[in-house]
């Protein structure tokens, strides 16, 4: 049984309304749908907040002096720094507060933050390279908690069903994000949005404390034995679900990573698929960067600046991929899981990559990069998001929370790092095109198809799955 779960509710109950209606796209037993609703609201809410961000970033760090495509590329990498320094502290942190204090208080941190970055975009000043990494260490952890809350909220077999539904919250709130934002950015510039974002996040962290009084209401009087744990690990007394209001515990994220060859694969998975993601993110930004810059300098802007022409676009592009990823995410995430399980889930986004930057490397043309990274990002962003998420089921608390958040920021920006890296050599040491950085790319994904083989046998043994 997964670490910090509940107790199954009653076979004999019958399903409720809500329970019929969820079996639409996932196999929702009597007494869980209430519960899977609330987490696929939170996550609505924090990804359509993280949307308006994400949206209105491009713009500020794209266009106008000192902005480009390399700057963005670097300043991704510079993310990876901070983290060093806010990943153990994060993990020093959940080791003195619950589980519910150390969402609600991160959650805090990163409104009054928003409400700051508001006040000086407002008085002139240039944000474009800090908000950009800001926002970059913003996602990761703030979505890497909540996904953390839904592996402690369920069991393995739970999760493996429900995480679905989760996910089409996720996909949703993207889409209202980036859809707004991409009508109205025009209108209104980037600032506003980030006052909007701010409120969900307070809608978000009032739904996780809803989850959490319901949980916490059901597992009373239940005796709930301690199982699971990380390979050669034993749970900590905080552990256990009857003490949810004493700490996490554990070791710090990295030393968790470090010392489990699990945990340190599903880390060399981050690194890789945010690698391979970040270098086709700069092919796009490179080649929507010059495109607006020949509009406006030739006078075919429609009276419209270049972060004007940027935000729409992305706007636009964004849209389409979370529209594609919700539909995946409602109708195959569940069945893809259900047939193939984690492990074949895994390999079906490196080979996408692989067969998508192979096409980029012939045809390096805006129609041709965007098709291929609407299909990237929306297969990212669904059916490869619940897959690696559930990865954690089988493990402890401590894993949860501290081991992901580390997996999460530090080695998804790592693979930032090496993006950089890429993009750099490429440039300035071989003089390489978009269509070079592609093949390169394509080569990396092969890689990463290696790796999702390895580790969803893994998975399998620790699940216990035949």
């Not at 069903?161 to 993207?174: E, K, P």
């Not at 994000?177 to 962290?205: D, E, K």
């Not at 893809?336 to 043309?365: C, D, E, I, Q």
Request: positive net charge.
């Amino acid at each position: 049984m997964s670490v910090g779960a509940p107790h199954a509710p009653a076979r004999s109950a019958p399903p409720s309304a809500l329970d019929r209606l969820l079996r639409l796209f996932a196999d929702v037993r009597a007494g869980e749908g209430v519960t899977a609703l609330l987490l696929m609201l939170n996550i609505f809410f924090t990804l359509a907040a993280y949307y308006l961000l994400k949206t209105i970033r491009e713009p500020l760090i794209l266009a106008g002096k000192g902005g480009s495509a390399e700057v963005k590329s670097y300043a991704a990498a510079a993310t990876a720094g901070c983290l060093i320094v806010l990943v153990p502290a994060y993990s020093a942190l959940a080791s003195r507060v619950s589980r519910v204090k150390l969402i609600n208080g991160v959650a805090l941190f990163f409104i009054v933050n928003l409400v700051i970055f508001f006040a000086l975009g407002q008085a002139g000043v240039k944000i474009g390279v800090p908000f950009f990494i800001w926002v970059g260490i913003f996602n990761l952890m703030i979505i890497a908690q909540l996904w953390a809350f839904a592996n402690d909220v369920y069991t393995v077999e739970q999760g493996k069903r429900l995480f679905a539904i989760v996910g089409i919250g996720a996909s949703l709130g993207a889409i209202a994000g980036s859809f707004f934002t991409g009508q109205l950015v025009r209108q209104f510039g980037p600032y506003p949005f980030m006052i909007g974002a701010a409120t969900l996040l307070v809608l978000s962290v009032v739904l996780t404390n809803v989850v959490e009084a319901r949980e916490t209401r059901s597992r009373a009087g239940a005796a709930v034995a301690p199982s699971g744990g990380i390979a050669g690990g034993s749970l900590a007394a905080s552990d256990d679900p009857r003490h949810d209001a004493q700490r996490i515990g554990g070791k710090s994220g990295f030393a968790l990573v470090l010392s489990d060859r699990y945990l340190l694969l599903i880390a060399c998975l981050m690194v890789i698929l945010n690698l391979v993601n970040t270098t086709g993110e700069y092919i796009l930004g490179e080649t929507v960067t010059k495109i607006a810059a020949e509009r406006v300098a030739e006078g075919r802007s429609g009276g419209l600046d270049e972060q004007k022409i940027i935000g729409g676009f992305y706007g636009g592009y964004f849209t389409w991929v979370n529209v594609v990823s919700a539909l995946i995410q409602a109708l195959l995430v569940s069945r893809v899981l259900k047939h193939v399980g984690v492990r074949g889930a895994l390999l079906v986004l490196p080979l996408v990559a692989v067969s998508g930057y192979t096409m980029l490397a012939f045809l390096p043309v805006l129609s041709i990069i965007r098709a291929a990274k609407i299909a990237e990002n929306s297969i990212d962003y669904s059916l490869q998001n619940t897959a690696r998420n559930a990865l954690y089921l089988p493990l402890s608390r401590a894993a949860k929370y501290k081991a992901k958040q580390a997996n999460d920021t530090f080695f998804v920006r790592l693979g930032d790092v090496l993006s950089a890296g890429l993009v750099f050599v490429g440039l300035h040491w071989f003089s390489f095109a978009p269509r070079q950085i592609a093949l390169v790319n394509a080569g990396i994904a092969g890689v990463w198809v290696i790796l999702a083989i390895f580790l969803g046998r893994r998975f399998q043994q620790k699940a216990g799955v035949g």
